[in-house]
């Protein structure tokens, strides 16, 4: 089935050691998106790609990048992780958002800073 | 600017109705979406409205929209345990973004 898969489902990390999560998409979408989801608020969008032009949110750390090598996969590098970056991080795609819309999210990574 | 607000919980009993409640600020929204989030997962799309629709039904769900108000709602038809997550409002926002309300926990019981 098309999808969007994150992976690790879990991923652990040590203060200030960098880590990357990964997102891969089946959907052949246009847009990639990522956003913060800290427990019991609602997602923040972080950054998206709109084919290969990257748009960053004016309050994204600077602590926090992204790549999109191909249509089907985006990566969040955070490069020197604080314990108020553990979070889930959700992926989420969409393929026409000047029209509809309408995401589509994976299940999250959910992060956690030692 | 851009701002969806929410109820934060809703309770009710197997079978009864659940009506989610949303206010959202943006007049220019073209449309209006439900996500679903059960613990530990994803937001699932639940149902859409265009803002030059009022009402929508699909199957257990009917989503109303009151422009003048700026007002949305989800009902959910005879509410399921399985029904029990946090629901998200959201709003098509400037360019290619989201604006999503902070959510409703539903509780469901048997």
């Known amino acids: 089935d098309a999808m969007v898969i994150q992976n690790p489902r879990y991923q652990v990390t040590q203060f200030g050691k960098p880590v990357t999560l990964s997102c891969s998409q089946t959907?052949?979408?246009?847009?990639m998106y990522w956003y913060q989801q800290k427990s019991s608020q609602a997602p923040k969008l972080l950054f998206h790609?709109?084919?290969?032009?990257?748009?960053n949110e004016a309050d994204t750390p600077d602590n926090f990048q992204s790549r999109r090598p191909n249509t089907s996969f985006c990566f969040l590098d955070i490069r020197s992780p604080g314990l108020g970056d553990a979070a889930m991080y959700l992926c989420?795609?969409?393929?026409?958002?000047?029209?509809?819309?309408?995401?589509?999210f994976g299940d999250g990574t959910r992060l956690s800073i030692l | 600017g851009e701002d969806v607000e929410q109820s934060l919980f809703l309770s009710v009993r197997e079978g009864d109705s659940s009506v989610i409640n949303c206010t959202y600020t943006?007049?220019?929204?073209?449309?209006l979406y439900w996500y679903k989030q059960e613990p530990g997962a994803g937001l699932q799309l639940l149902t859409y409205?265009?803002?030059?629709?009022d009402m929508k039904q699909d199957q257990r769900l009917t989503v109303l929209l009151n422009k003048k108000d700026k007002h949305l709602s989800l009902r959910i038809a005879d509410t399921q345990t399985g029904d029990s997550a946090i629901y998200f409002c959201?709003?098509?926002?400037?360019?290619?973004?989201?604006?999503f309300g902070a959510g409703t926990i539903l509780r469901v019981k048997s």
């Open positions: 989420a795609t969409s393929r026409d958002p000047l029209e509809f819309g309408a995401q589509h």
């Open positions: 959907l052949n979408h246009n847009v």
């Open positions: 790609y709109y084919d290969k032009d990257f748009n």
């Open positions: 943006d007049s220019s929204s073209t449309y």
């Open positions: 409205i265009f803002s030059n629709m």
């Open positions: 959201a709003e098509k926002g400037y360019g290619n973004k989201l604006v």
